[in-house]
């Protein structure tokens, strides 16, 4: 056993390699940055004790002040801020770095549940570390839904094993009887699985509320479906409620609170249904030519590249619906899609909401995350028909010669076209990064060219700094040209505004009125 187990860490090592080479070529402008910001992205507290009195505060220190909690994501950035050894802001630049291939070793280790094929981890992996949802969220600088999708196959890992879903492959190994499932497995639930389940979900709750309110109806869909083989499921949303109690509470005066995305309030055109089923959460011209790709002859080969990214996932994702049949495959496929679907409709329906503002412009929850969660429902739906195609649970005598050649060629085509899906996907990110030459027309952008840039620790400059920090707490009055022209201003305490200063429900009250067709609320005196 050991040699299968070196190869398939080599598996693993090559996806995390490949994903960290990307993100570098990618991204390289942040390497060895003091602070990382652009998009929905500042920079964090310099101090680790200034970001855990900000998670813990009842007051929103920003512009005159309003009554209004910390955002539960300042604890994953108080935690990153230790592991930084107290430098929260290159701890933000290493992990942003490191996003691409996180993504990759988690959805690598989260296939274990369902394919023993090494290759499928190392394809589903390489697919999950370049997914164009992952490449958005990463170039606008959505922290949240990046935590949200390097999380999310730990947790449909943890979620699987907790109701005993995950694919025993130790049973009927050729004529031997058959052991004992093991908790986790062959519907034998696992207590374990379900507390890092609960443990999950409280961090991809912090990193998009949204998406922890449906998951949290799903889990109890799930649990009343599912009966005392789900009984662990019951205990899984309990932890993310309590954690999360402050945001329930503030969203009982303003129910838009839940779905508002930590960070900067950043607007965003959500792509049509077909293009999130294809992995891309926002619009583009289908018809145009993407960015950095103008040496192209015209034509529509937007959604070319989209077609090759997404089509071959949802093809043999489809495999698991049909191939199954044997050890509840087919039931378990059914339930990926379902859920997948689920999350789908549910980013969606959010995306129609308006939840905070960004000017005048009003910003809905981002539909990133769900777009995640639909590709990762197709990924495991894709490992597990590659599993049933290769007979991995096969009992008894081999297969015959026959389909034994129509299972390799089949793999085969599936190794070629997701194959073509990785590579379409890395040189997507790395060639929207490049500056357009000059005299070649700007193509259409699929949401990847990258937002982020190296930035001082400090939002204000020195003198400001310390006059806002000194016995007077002078407070800075910013003035910023936009693109269009307009100029905006904003008042800032203290040494600035930073990622933990910020507040979701001091977000969300900038609203009032009805939830789907809210109004801007009124200046009062304090901020005029």
Not at 17 to 33: D, E, H, K, P, Y
Not at 286 to 309: E, I, K, N, Q, R
Request: no cysteine; aromatic share 6%.
């Amino acid at each position: 056993a050991a040699p299968n187990r070196t190869s398939a860490f080599v598996s693993a090592i090559i996806a995390v390699i490949a994903t960290l080479a990307a993100s570098l070529v990618g991204l390289r402008a942040l390497i060895g940055a003091e602070a990382v910001a652009g998009g929905a992205m500042l920079p964090l507290s310099t101090k680790a004790s200034e970001i855990f009195a900000n998670a813990t505060s009842w007051w929103a220190d920003l512009g005159a002040g309003s009554p209004a909690g910390g955002d539960p994501i300042d604890y994953v950035y108080w935690l990153a801020a230790l592991a930084g050894g107290g430098n929260a802001n290159a701890a933000a630049v290493m992990l942003t770095l490191l996003a691409m291939p996180l993504a990759a070793l988690a959805a690598w280790l989260g296939l274990a549940a369902v394919t023993r094929s090494r290759a499928a981890r190392m394809v589903g992996a390489l697919l999950w570390g370049l997914a164009p949802a992952l490449q958005v969220s990463l170039s606008s600088g959505r922290a949240g839904s990046v935590l949200v999708h390097v999380l999310a196959p730990l947790f449909l890992l943890a979620l699987l094993r907790s109701v005993g879903a995950a694919i025993d492959f130790r049973t009927g190994r050729g004529n031997s009887p058959l052991p004992a499932s093991r908790p986790g497995t062959g519907m034998v639930p696992s207590w374990t699985a379900a507390a890092a389940a609960a443990l999950l979900l409280v961090a991809i709750t912090a990193g998009s509320p949204a998406v922890g309110l449906a998951l949290v109806v799903l889990i109890v869909l799930a649990a009343i479906v599912l009966r005392s083989r789900a009984r662990t499921l019951w205990w899984v949303p309990l932890p993310a409620l309590v954690f999360h109690l402050p945001l329930v509470i503030a969203a009982l005066g303003n129910p838009r609170v839940l779905l508002t995305d930590p960070g900067l309030p950043l607007p965003f055109a959500p792509a049509p249904l077909w293009a999130q089923g294809l992995g891309f959460p926002t619009a583009f011209d289908p018809l145009g030519t993407p960015a950095g790709f103008g040496f192209l002859p015209a034509g529509p080969w937007a959604l070319v590249l989209a077609l090759l990214v997404g089509a071959p996932l949802l093809a043999f994702a489809l495999t698991g619906l049909f191939a199954g049949g044997r050890n509840n495959s087919a039931s378990l496929a059914r339930s990926l899609w379902l859920g997948g679907v689920l999350m789908l409709a549910a980013g969606y329906g959010a995306s129609l909401v308006p939840a905070a503002v960004a000017g005048n412009t009003f910003v809905a929850a981002f539909n990133g995350p769900f777009v995640s969660f639909f590709a990762l429902a197709l990924v495991f739906a894709a490992g597990l028909g590659i599993s049933e195609i290769r007979d991995e649970r096969r009992q008894g005598a081999p297969p015959a010669t026959g389909a034994r050649t129509a299972a390799t060629g089949t793999l085969a085509w599936a190794s070629a076209l997701l194959g073509i899906s990785v590579l379409v996907a890395g040189g997507n990110w790395i060639v929207a990064q490049l500056p357009a030459p000059a005299g070649v027309a700007a193509g259409t952008d699929l949401g990847t060219t990258s937002a982020l840039q190296a930035v001082s620790a400090r939002t204000l400059p020195a003198t400001a700094a310390d006059r806002g920090l000194g016995p007077y707490e002078d407070r800075t009055l910013v003035l910023a040209q936009n693109g269009g022209g307009a100029v905006s201003a904003a008042l800032m305490n203290g040494a600035g505004t930073t990622a933990d200063a910020l507040s979701q429900p001091a977000a969300a009250n900038r609203l009032i009125g009805n939830v789907p067709a809210p109004a801007l609320r009124e200046s009062d005196d304090a901020d005029r």
